[in-house]
């Protein structure tokens, strides 16, 4: 079945350092990709959309230039929190569309902990 | 734009029995899907079934399945013979022509020998 890879699962860093976050489908071609933030006992809130080779499209209230979002294949996004704080701690999850009939696959998360 | 309620912050329910976990949505596509989505303590996404909105039947996966009132825009899920596997937050999600989902606030379901 449909697999994204999701890495690190968990990171720590300190404030003011950047850290970035791999998804990356497995076998299939994800031309579009999704990342959430979960807050803890929290539904999924949507960052951020990507579609291969163009810029990512921010919803409203997400910082372009703290969350950077790279899509440059089809295989392959990426989200850097760039000068992480405290308050930027959460879950991230990033989920690609494709490799099922109008369905998303979910990576595994990444847990990230700013101190 | 999309709006997903899922009304019920947590349930319980004792094994074997049959429990209905609610959704409602709004969406002014007139294409769209519907998912039930479980997540257990270790957060990874299940997908519990799916319904697409121009099928009148309702979905069903083994154990569950949907009421899915369109005219009402309710999308309800029903788990029979729960199992102790099935505790885990469940999420109600509606997608469309975006392709993004957006979910609700998820229901906390406990399973209970």
């Known amino acids: 079945g449909a697999v994204v890879s999701q890495h690190p699962s968990w990171v720590i860093c300190k404030s003011g350092t950047s850290v970035k976050i791999e998804c990356r489908s497995l076998?299939?071609?994800?031309?579009?990709m999704f990342w959430y933030r979960q807050f803890p006992k929290q539904s999924l809130m949507l960052m951020a959309t990507?579609?291969?080779?163009?810029?990512?499209?921010?919803e409203q209230g997400v910082e372009k230039d703290k969350f950077l979002i790279n899509h440059a294949s089809l295989t392959l996004s990426t989200l850097t929190v760039t000068s992480a704080h405290p308050e930027d701690s959460s879950f991230y999850i990033c989920?690609?569309?494709?490799?099922?009939?109008?369905?998303?696959?979910f990576g595994s998360g990444t847990r990230l902990t700013v101190v | 734009a999309q709006t997903v309620t899922q009304s019920q912050p947590e349930m319980s329910v004792q094994e074997a029995e049959t429990v209905t976990l609610s959704c409602t949505y709004d969406?002014?596509?007139?294409?769209?899907?519907l998912f039930w989505y479980k997540q257990p303590p270790s957060r990874q996404m299940i997908l519990v079934i799916r319904?697409?909105?121009?099928?009148?039947q309702n979905a069903t996966e083994n154990r569950f399945s949907v009421n899915f009132q369109k005219a009402a825009k309710s999308f309800s899920l029903k788990i029979s013979d729960s199992q102790l596997g099935d505790t885990a937050m469940y999420f109600c999600?509606?997608?469309?022509?975006?392709?993004?989902?957006?979910f609700g606030k998820g229901t906390k379901l406990s399973v209970k020998p």
């Open positions: 989920s690609a569309l494709g490799g099922q009939v109008y369905g998303y696959t």
């Open positions: 076998d299939f071609q994800a031309t579009t």
């Open positions: 990507s579609n291969e080779g163009s810029k990512a499209t921010y």
């Open positions: 969406t002014s596509e007139s294409n769209y899907y």
């Open positions: 319904q697409e909105a121009y099928k009148q």
């Open positions: 999600a509606s997608g469309g022509s975006q392709g993004n989902l957006i």
